[in-house]
Every structure is written in C-alpha cells, then in structure tokens.
C-alpha cells in the first residue's frame, strides 16, 4: 500500500498496486513500480494535485529524480544513471495509464507523456525502410539517454559505437536481447518463437505474467545443435527490445515470403542474410560468431567471440 507523510494510506495508489498485482505482475515489478510512484505521489503532495499534473510537472520530477544524490551498488555516493531515471518515468506512466482509465485524471497528461517519432532508414532503430513509433515525449528522455545502453561493456566509448551501429534488423535484435538480458548465446539459439512473450502472458499460454517477458528452456527440440546450459527460467524485458523484436519479426515474415520459402522453424533466430538453401532454417553458433567478429571489427574493440559476450554482461 501507499501511506502519506501524515500517515493516511493513498487510496488510488493503493487500488493501483492492488491492480498490478491481480494483473499478474511480477511481486518484483510491482514492489520497484510501487516504490517509484509512492516518492513521485509525495513529492506532489508537497505542491499539487497528481490529477492535475502537468508535463512541465513531469518533466521537472524527473529532473528531481536525477539529480537526488543516492547511494551506489559500491558504497559510493552519486546520481541515477540515465536509464534508471527512465524506469522511474515508466512507472509513473503506468500508474497514469491506470488512473485515465479509471477517469480520474482532470487533463490529457497522458497522451502527451508518448509522441510519435520517426526513425529514418539506416540508422540502427530505422532497420532499412525507417519506422514509426511512439516513444516518451522528448521532455521527458534524458539528454544523455541515446548514450546510457546497458553498461555490459566497460568501456563507454565501445558501448555507445555498437549502440550506434548500423545492423541488419535481426543482428539488431540478436545483440539487443543479449546485451540487456545476459542470456548465453547458446540459450538465444535455444529459444522458439512459443517462449517469447513480448505480449505478456495469457491463460491460453499458461503464464500469469503480463509484463513483456520470454522464457529461457532448456529442453527446446533444437534443429541447430545449440544448448542451453544455463537454469530455466523467466526474464522481463525492456520495452526497446520489444520494438526490436517486432521490427525482426515483420523483416523475417518480408525476406522469407521474397525467397518463397515457408516459414517453418520454431526458433526465434533463423538464417536470413545467408545463400537461399539455408535461409530459414535455425541461425548457428558460428553465425553469431561471425557476427561477433563483425562487430568487433566494425566498432574497433575486441568482443572476443560469442561466448565472451556472456561474462561481459555479468560484469
Ligand atoms: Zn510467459
């Protein structure tokens, strides 16, 4: 639940995360999302209505958010990282996209908290025709954002140059996926289209949670030889990586209809950019090997083949 300063327990607050947790949310996600909202709800009561919140009222939170001084995982003191910051405007969306759906806001906050943005075709979220999506308002992105992915390579310089680099539309999400999540390489040549639950959960699928999530198996009937060696288990992703499995899945469906050959495989990651009898068919450790090597090359630091980009991520 969510109490005021003064004791008195917040009663749409309260509905609000009564409602994430009927809805299946992870206990994790709605105890992080409840936190979040809880300062954001204390922080207006100090000066406002949160129903009558404003975008500059966002906008400044979160420059509040920023520049708290917190306590880092290393004992040292300094600020929130750029896409911290982001997670906590996220859960402050979700907690307007309940209340406007309860009717209870007095303005149009969230529409204005997305707008539409078109990425131009080349550059690495565009894929190669450019796309439209809707992203949070630029009011309310960090400046630094576009430079803050997840840190799973120490030097900055190398993050930002593989962030950047322009790949085709699965090497995206392939590095994407295992960039944020940390999964083995051998786990992502494991996983079938049925594990991924970028859509949340449903009774049909058996899985109770609704956040973008996919599952990590370990007796997948693989058709490429790869294994998973690590524990099963259930991992939410971060709605970019959505967008970049999206973007893969329509680039699938459009290659293979061109070469006519029937979509059939199970995996998530098939062969796309490769001679016309393999395409389809599961991608290989050594394709992604391959591609590992590209990127090295292409960024000018050394991602020492697939499997090193396993103990980067766990650094
Ligand atoms: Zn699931």
Same mark, same amino acid.
């Given at each position: 639940m969510i109490v005021d300063r003064d004791g008195r327990m917040h009663s749409e607050g309260t509905a609000w995360l009564q409602y994430l947790s009927d809805s299946g949310r992870s206990p994790h996600t709605a105890r992080e999302y409840g936190r979040r909202v809880a300062w954001y709800l204390s922080w207006c009561a100090q000066t406002m209505d949160w129903r009558k919140a404003t975008l500059s009222h966002i906008a400044l939170w979160r420059r509040t958010v920023a520049a708290a001084p917190v306590v880092k995982t290393n004992g040292k003191p300094g600020t929130r990282s750029a896409s911290t910051v982001r997670l906590w405007i996220v859960a402050v969306r979700s907690f307007y996209e309940w209340a406007d759906a309860h009717e209870l806001l007095g303005t149009d906050l969230l529409s204005r908290m997305t707008q539409l943005k078109y990425f131009a075709p080349g550059t690495p979220a565009g894929g190669e025709f450019g796309v439209t999506r809707r992203v949070l308002a630029d009011s309310l992105r960090c400046a630094a954002e576009g430079d =803050? $992915? $997840?840190?799973?390579? !120490?030097?900055a310089g190398a993050r930002s140059n593989l962030a950047d680099l322009a790949l085709p539309l699965r090497d995206r999400f392939l590095v994407d996926l295992l960039t944020t999540t940390g999964i083995r390489v051998g786990e992502a040549l494991s996983l079938?289209?049925?594990?991924?639950h970028f859509g949340g959960g449903s009774r049909q699928l058996r =899985?109770?949670?609704?956040d973008p999530h996919f599952h990590v198996r370990v007796g997948n009937p693989v058709q490429?030889?790869?294994?998973?060696?690590g524990r099963p288990r259930t991992l939410f992703v971060h709605r970019d990586v959505v967008e970049s499995y999206i973007d893969y899945v329509l680039e699938r469906r459009d290659v293979l209809a061109a070469a006519s050959v029937r979509d059939s495989s199970p995996h998530v990651f098939v062969n796309l950019y490769s001679e016309p009898r393999w395409l389809g068919r599961a991608m290989t450790y050594n394709s992604v090997k391959r591609l590992m090597d590209r990127c090295s090359r292409d960024i000018g630091?050394?991602? !020492?083949g697939p499997h090193m980009v396993r103990h980067i991520v766990s650094a």
């Open positions: =803050c $992915p $997840p840190q799973w390579i !120490t030097d079938f289209l049925a594990d991924v =899985c109770p949670h609704l490429n030889g790869a294994r998973a060696k630091y050394d991602l !020492t």
